[in-house]
């Protein structure tokens, strides 16, 4: 007798051999995923029909800034200085603790209900994200964001919030919840914080989630001040490393990709965001070539404006395409693997989620193909990342819990959610003294 | 006493004032639009709910190849010469009039679900897509796709049966149904067929509907053949005018934007089969300057795999931004004009669709804000550009007839389509001897 039984849908498993088995079936108990094949002969207290339905690893968001959920559409097609400047950051200094609470919840029903199960986040009030994790269900890997920008004073004190946070988090809701320290890039800390950084989170043993090389402007600063590329910079001072998840990643050399590749780095891509805010495309095809496992994000709702990794995914293998001018770049699959088994792998949770193996926690989602826009049937996979949206996603589970079944959230009330963000967003409008 | 009032919504009238009522409301009387504002004293057989939602004008496809949803994901990331004589064309061989039939209602359902009113299309068998365009209740303009390869015999073949859908369908369905000539490509007919299709377009009054420098590889082509670009060789000949819509348009010169917009002919842009082919990204931000009112498709869903314009819309404003490598190129409202008014405007419609405005044709759709993507609300059009898909469209009015209410859709049967659609892709493959 086990947990759950997810019976009859078309398993994509994103195991080492990504087989896909047309009528799969996944066996939970506990937290754990416990058998996955055709034929599974375990009862359940609850049995899940899979029927007409994808089951697939729930998707791995590998960058985004949960809490700007709330800022959603507040200023758009602005130059990147005056965005951040007349808009993003004055709202930021106004946001409280609750605000940056109703954010993640708002951000939380949205991941729940496209498939996310699991994410990379980087903000700041981030025991509040972690409130809102914990009570949506989520698995979170959360890092408070610090900027020093070479005050010493400021960086001991930022140092001293993201060390706290790492203590007091790591671990948290049932081993959901994981940290990082979070310093926002090699342009805004300086190479005393950056070196702090690494050896912190050595001796806590996280990792490092920080923004490299996302603009020209980025890289251009960084030459000016270092006489280096930010990745070459980053490397110089050996702060680079495996437990190093590094964001954006658009502006790279050939050299810095070989850098990224042999200490381990772990790129994360974010394609929506790289575009909207004229960034540029990052190398992925390049660096996917060289065996870099780069996984995929969403960036923050401020800058995309989604947290749907479906988009995502379509984005990413349509980019690598164009880059290369070349169809057979970056085929589905390579998407779909951004998207769960080497972001779990981005995030050092490779033994743990990210495919739909047995041993595994029970992170998945199903998504119903029955629908004018996935029909007919030839190749799940295409579907999945060429045709599918976060709507299209049934049912939800992470950590063997049911997050949403049939559609509908189990853990948040959808309605008051909704209401509470917009009453949240109108209260931090007027705080701000802003115009909608 | 009007037939339909629809009330109280986030009214985006995409008027030339861009005017967007924060509480508007729409008044139909059979299939004309005959008042808009924010308070309608009108009575109405039916009165719709719009609280909560966006009341839009319904996006129109510029560029498709309806029938080819049967072919959805059949085969990807492939190279085009590849990907056209081992897998679509051996597949477009063995359709059969039934097969586009079947092909163009999957096509509809989806068109209706997203929010798309009215369609550019170009295919064969186009009586079985005009006939699935009756029984959705769509607007469509349909062209017969005619190659000829310079074969004099396959010519005069093409050209009669072009002229014969032309003659037999413009205007029927009570004028929902449109036709133009559908020459294929520059590449693909010959001088002679251009000039003669040119010629019948005039003669009958109706536009011509092209595919024009969608990849190098036809750039090289034409230069080979003609000794001159795409452009500058239809110029040479005569053929550009206000009435040739010219799906693609990726490779273009500076002189080739110039042509196009002193001979006022109507590009369209398809973003993401551009990239999923690896063509290229059309130079949308150059012709907008221009003063060309560049249109939006999602070309057939083989190569793109989907018909959501939504996607499509997103798409177009971020390609322009990092075309630019400048955030403030496309924004918001650019998108939503390609996909509505400047669709009517290549498509001969202006006065007749693309906006919410008294006297035009009651097509329109609302969008169920109630979601957690679209929270909080800040700006609406940002919103439907960067935000929504086409799983948000709640209502869909075509020609005054109410298509789908509340996400049912009444004019089709979605479950017995889906079926059929399964089922004539099933024997559509074994009759082709392919495996899927």
């Not at 200094?93 to 919840?105: A, T």
């Not at 990745?231 to 050996?238: R, T």
């Amino acid at each position: 007798m086990v947990d759950i039984l997810v019976r009859g849908g078309i398993l994509v498993t994103m195991d080492p051999n990504r087989r896909v088995i047309k009528q799969g079936s996944v066996a939970i108990d506990g937290d754990r995923i416990v058998a996955v094949g055709e034929e599974i002969g375990e009862k359940a207290d609850k049995v899940i029909d899979a029927r007409g339905k994808a089951i697939l690893p729930g998707l791995i968001n590998g960058h985004t800034h949960l809490a700007m959920a709330l800022l959603r559409g507040y200023a758009d097609d602005m130059p990147l200085d005056k965005w951040l400047s007349e808009k993003i950051w004055p709202m930021e200094k106004m946001m409280r603790p609750r605000d940056c609470y109703v954010g993640s919840l708002l951000g939380s029903l949205e991941m729940i209900k496209s498939g996310t199960t699991c994410f990379a986040d980087n903000y700041f009030h981030m025991d509040q994200v972690a409130r809102a994790v914990k009570k949506a269900g989520l698995r979170g890997v959360l890092s408070y964001g610090m900027i020093d920008r070479g005050n010493r004073q400021k960086m001991k004190e930022e140092i001293r919030i993201g060390r706290s946070f790492v203590k007091s988090f790591q671990g948290k809701a049932q081993g959901r919840i994981l940290t990082m320290f979070g310093p926002h890039a090699p342009y805004t800390c300086s190479t005393e914080c950056l070196l702090k950084v690494k050896e912190l989170a050595k001796r806590f043993g996280v990792g490092i989630h920080i923004h490299v090389a996302e603009s020209r402007e980025e890289v251009k600063l960084t030459v000016e001040n270092y006489g280096k590329r930010p990745v070459e910079y980053l490397d110089s001072i050996g702060f680079l490393g495996p437990e190093v998840l590094a964001a954006h990643c658009v502006w790279l050399t050939e050299k810095e990709i070989e850098m990224l590749r042999t200490k381990e780095v772990k790129p994360v891509h974010n394609p929506a965001s790289n575009l909207k805010m004229g960034s540029g495309i990052a190398p992925v095809p390049e660096m996917l070539s060289a065996g870099i496992p780069v996984a995929l994000g969403t960036d923050g709702a401020a800058s995309n404006n989604s947290l749907d990794m479906f988009k995502e995914m379509k984005l990413a293998a349509l980019l690598g395409k164009v880059r290369k001018l070349d169809p057979t770049t970056m085929p589905a699959m390579k998407a779909l693997e951004m998207a769960t088994i080497n972001g779990a792998t981005a995030l050092g949770l490779s033994n743990e989620i990210g495919s739909v193996e047995v041993g595994k926690r029970a992170d998945l989602i199903t998504v119903d193909l029955k629908r004018s826009h996935l029909t007919p049937m030839y190749d799940v996979v295409s579907h999945l990342v060429y045709s599918a949206n976060g709507g299209d996603v049934d049912t939800v589970i992470v950590d063997g819990k049911i997050l949403m079944e049939g559609g509908k959230v189990l853990t948040l009330d959808e309605e008051k959610v909704l209401e509470l963000a917009q009453r949240t967003s109108d209260d931090l409008v007027s705080r701000a003294g802003g115009n909608k």
